[in-house]
Nanobody, 122 residues
Framework: VQLVESGGGSVQSGGSLRLSCAAS????????MGWFRQRPGQEREGVAA???????KYADSVEGRFTISEDRAKNVLFLEMNNLKSEDTATYFC?????????????????WGQGTQVTVSS
């Protein structure tokens, strides 16, 4: 599976962005998709995940502000980010998991995109 993120950019605090992740290749075993982020000098952390049934899971820090969704027919994953804060500044990655189970643990994902930068200024 190849994953390509887009939609990152710079926005002021309180603003919104929508990230997209296009999947190609063998997408048949895409049981769970997730968004992750990584700040300089910090470990990658899970932001949100969605499984093939449409169930979702969010990190506490983004609950109520971010929404993950997926168009499985078009193999595109989205992350709608509202009320952005400076602490949301990071490189955002999408990832695909070849096994069942909804999770935001990065180590359980098998395929990764190259990332897209999100910068929120206060």
């Amino acid at each position: 599976v190849q994953l390509v993120e887009s939609g990152g950019g710079s926005v002021q605090s309180g603003g919104s962005l929508r990230l997209s992740c296009a999947a190609s290749g063998d997408t048949s075993r895409r049981y769970c998709m997730g968004w992750f982020r990584q700040r300089p000098g910090q470990e990658r952390e899970g932001v949100a995940a969605i499984d093939l049934y449409g169930s979702t899971k969010y990190a506490d820090s983004v609950e109520g502000r971010f929404t993950i969704s997926e168009d499985r027919a078009k193999n595109v994953l989205f992350l709608e980010m509202n009320n952005l804060k400076s602490e949301d500044t990071a490189t955002y990655f999408c990832a695909a998991k070849n096994t069942f189970g909804l999770t935001t643990w990065p180590s359980l994902y098998h395929h990764w995109g190259q990332g897209t930068q999100v910068t929120v200024s206060s």
